[in-house]
């Protein structure tokens, strides 16, 4: 059972936008780095925001990454077919001293 | 460009030991600013961190899994590797291996990026 809430789906138009939200706790997102990923249906997840909001180099801004207080929110504007994927949050809990994965949130494009 | 593939076998038996390898290529494993994890996925299910190994052979282990987990390094050969004793059906998976950030002021790990391919391990008789 995961320290971490995603919704289960979310899904929208081509073009129009979604966001993804993430809770924990203070002993994880409240006080450490999130990270969020994108998997492609038989594929390997890939980073897509690391540090809370930073993108890495390749990632477009149409990804977006935010926290506030114990809970983190990924935005996906501009929405592609290729965005529907499986979409995980990841941070540190300091007091599991373990590195915890969301539950995961199917997106699909309408 | 760093790349990283995992490799092992496919079928284990219960009760036996998994044992896969990650080899590191395009980069060093031996880089300061970063370790090396293992994650797994059950078929149709999320992400499960398994655990990471600084290059110095310093080791952090999920508590869920630390019991029956054993990650090493081998710089020689930019590898590292996983064992997992005592498997069920419950560690079929699949296995990836990837690069991992650390935030050295909280000591907490981040980021993983990128990922190998994954492998997957069935566990039946």
């Known amino acids: 059972q995961s320290v971490l809430t995603q919704p289960p789906s979310v899904s929208a138009a081509p073009g129009q936008k979604v966001t993804i939200s993430c809770s924990g706790s203070s002993s994880n997102i409240g006080n450490n780095y999130v990270s969020w990923y994108q998997q492609l249906p038989g594929t390997a997840p890939k980073l897509l925001i690391y540090?809370?909001?930073k993108r890495p180099s390749g990632i477009p801004d149409r990804f977006s990454g935010s926290k506030s207080g114990t809970s983190a929110t990924l935005g996906i504007t501009g929405l592609q077919t290729g965005d529907e994927a499986d979409y995980y949050c990841g941070t540190w809990d300091s007091s599991l001293s373990a590195l915890v994965f969301g539950t995961g949130t199917k997106v699909t494009v309408l | 460009q760093l790349q990283l593939q995992e490799s092992g076998p496919g079928l284990v038996k219960p009760s036996e030991t998994l044992s896969l390898t990650c080899t590191v290529s395009?980069?060093?494993?031996?880089?300061?600013?970063?370790?090396w994890g293992w994650i797994r996925q059950p078929p149709g299910k999320g992400l499960e961190w398994i655990g990471s190994?600084?290059?110095?052979?310093?080791?952090y282990y999920n508590p869920s899994l630390k019991s029956r987990v054993t990650i090493s390094v081998d710089t020689s050969k930019n590898q590292f590797s996983l064992k997992l004793s005592s498997v069920t059906a419950a560690d079929t998976a699949v296995y990836y291996c990837?690069?991992?950030?650390?935030?050295?002021?909280?000591?907490?790990?981040?980021?993983?990026?990128?990922w190998g391919q994954g492998t997957l391990v069935t566990v039946s008789s």
């Open positions: 395009g980069g060093s494993i031996s880089s300061s600013s970063y370790y």
């Open positions: 190994i600084y290059y110095s052979g310093s080791t």
């Open positions: 540090d809370n909001n």
């Open positions: 990837a690069r991992q950030g650390k935030n050295w002021e909280t000591r907490g790990l981040t980021w993983f990026d990128p």
